[in-house]
């Protein structure tokens, strides 16, 4: 059964806890060792759930999304420093994700040149793979840098890379399909990076003109 551990503060004292089965069956949720209660199921789960946990804070659990679901932790409503809805998080699997498609696509490219591979470079890996892996790959630092010029112009390359495919048509016998369903999906995974952006730099912002606490 699958866990994950959340800390609630710096000494990482407080801790949340949560398990669960197969398709998020019996979902046990527990504060510093001590169990909260049990979400039965997926459709239970994404209603979301409300437990009190001490000195009137509450813990809310709620699974979000339908593509891509991830598990929204709350005190106060409050995001859980290093749950999956945590926008640093989120920018972090973003730019991750953004520089190994850039750097896979790179050496897929390198590969298909040198070693001549006529079926690599019919599926479109040669030269255009180079060049299209390396402004990923330099733009996946704009975006770790929380620049949402970079995010913009990354989620505009990917779209291009996939209208692409459709100029291959005819002239390759792959089926062209696959490929463009799971661009689609890297399209799904590259979108939270808008968010997480704006969110991060709405929190640099307000920390920036908060007045300083005497």
Do not use: C
Not at 23 to 38: A, F, H, P, Q
Not at 39 to 57: A, S, T, V, Y
Not at 99 to 128: D, M, P, R, S, T
Not at 178 to 185: W, Y
Request: charged share 20%; proline share 3%.
């Amino acid at each position: 059964m699958p866990k994950k551990v959340y800390y609630l503060d710096k000494g990482e004292n407080e801790s949340i806890s949560i398990s669960w089965g197969m398709s998020w069956k019996n979902t046990t949720v527990s504060y510093d060792g001590r169990e909260l209660g049990i979400i039965k199921n997926q459709k239970e789960l994404k209603k979301g759930h409300e437990f009190d946990i001490d000195d009137g804070r509450k813990l809310s659990i709620r699974l979000k999304g339908q593509f891509y679901p991830e598990l929204e932790l709350l005190v106060n409503g409050e995001v859980v420093e290093g749950s999956p809805t945590d926008p640093k998080v989120q920018l972090k699997s973003v730019y991750s994700f953004a520089f190994w498609l850039g750097l896979i696509n790179v050496i897929a490219g390198i590969l298909a040149i040198v070693l001549e591979n006529a079926f690599l470079q019919k599926i479109g890996l040669g030269y255009g793979s180079i060049i299209f892996g390396g402004i990923i790959a330099l733009l996946s630092y704009g975006v770790k840098r929380k620049s949402m010029v970079a995010m913009a112009l990354l989620y505009g390359v990917m779209i291009i890379d996939i209208l692409s495919i459709f100029l291959l048509i005819g002239e390759s016998d792959a089926n062209p399909t696959n490929g463009i369903l799971m661009k689609l999906f890297f399209l799904v995974i590259l979108f939270k990076g808008f968010g997480a952006i704006k969110a991060l730099n709405r929190a640099d912002k307000n920390k920036v003109e908060s007045p300083v606490q005497s």
